[in-house]
């Protein structure tokens, strides 16, 4: 029996921390084996080596962009065979997906406690299904103000600091758009039409969509209270409102209480697919990192992935 870790040496907490796979190696000694991978086709090489040689437990380190990469390369290698239980180091910038199901530590000490569950025998799984979109895999996705915020975020150094500042600046483009009619960065719509499960909903100049079988998207804001409600299924809200009416309701949907917003223009539901439709190319984020669609795309949900919970 093994775990193998699989370590992206440019993430961020890594970049500041190359010494963590030594220490990983070191504190797993002989039932760990670490790989470390630059690019997605080192990911597959990876991948290919552990499913040959039956690796029971396949650790990741880096945040949610790092995880989204590897389980697509995962996926697509595995085929139709389960992939073994996925341990998350939590050692990224973004942690959204260790968060949801329930690791609020970082790599040393998740390792650690892994190790002790194993040699006790009380490993505690977590299951969540994937959204697969276009060849890849992902928990969390989004466009309009979502992908907008990130395309701003990543622009130069990232950091908490930086995504403070990018809330005040949303905030205050529902006003200075308001009131002095000026063009929006954060807040621009994207235009289209979306389908859930085939049905048209009445939404036009959309402010946001966002979807997820994870409930967490960053400040541990829990907007997505269905995601895990439902396997097979991922909850997604969208919503065309003006921006001071999203504004106003913020309290409410970041909390988990959509469901108290009883308004056309908001819809906030359990779907197996999504398809948007926009006159030209959008941007859109999965798990963190963009992408851009040529003017359709559709989101439809992938296989379970089972997550060890430490």
């Known amino acids: 029996m093994k775990l193998g870790i699989i370590l992206n040496p440019n993430s961020r907490y890594n970049l500041r921390n190359p010494e963590s796979a030594d220490e990983y190696q070191q504190l797993g000694g002989s039932f760990v084996e670490l790989r470390k991978t630059s690019s997605p086709d080192d990911v597959t090489c990876v991948a290919e080596d552990f499913l040959k040689r039956g690796i029971s437990f396949i650790g990741i380190s880096g945040g949610d962009g790092t995880i989204h ?140 969509v966002l979807a997820g079988t994870v409930e967490e998207v960053g400040f541990r804001l829990r907007p997505l209270y269905l995601a895990s409600e439902k396997r097979g299924h991922f909850h997604v809200i969208a919503t065309d409102l003006d921006p001071k009416d999203v504004l106003v309701r913020l309290g409410i949907i970041s909390t988990g209480n959509g469901k108290l917003i009883r308004n056309p223009r908001y819809c906030d539901r359990l779907v197996r697919e999504m398809v948007i439709r926009s006159p030209g190319p959008f941007e859109y984020t999965m798990d963190g990192d963009i992408y851009i669609a040529d003017g359709e795309l559709e989101v439809k949900t992938g296989p379970d992935i089972q997550f060890v919970v430490v």
């Open 69 to 208: 990469q590897t389980l697509t390369r995962l996926i697509h290698v595995y085929g139709k065979k389960t992939i073994p239980p996925v341990l998350l180091l939590g050692d990224g910038t973004m942690n959204n997906i260790a968060h949801s199901i329930g690791i609020r530590n970082k790599g040393r000490a998740n390792l650690k406690k892994f190790l002790q569950m194993v040699q006790r025998r009380e490993l505690v799984l977590r299951e969540r299904t994937t959204m697969h979109i276009d060849g890849r895999y992902c928990f969390l996705f989004g466009c309009g103000m979502t992908s907008n915020f990130l395309t701003e975020l990543y622009k130069g150094e990232k950091g908490y600091l930086k995504s403070v500042d990018m809330v005040k600046n949303a905030i205050g483009e529902v006003f200075t758009s308001s009131l002095f009619n000026h063009e929006v960065k954060l807040l621009r719509p994207l235009d289209g039409e979306i389908y859930f499960d085939g049905e048209k909903m009445p939404l036009h100049h959309m402010l946001v």
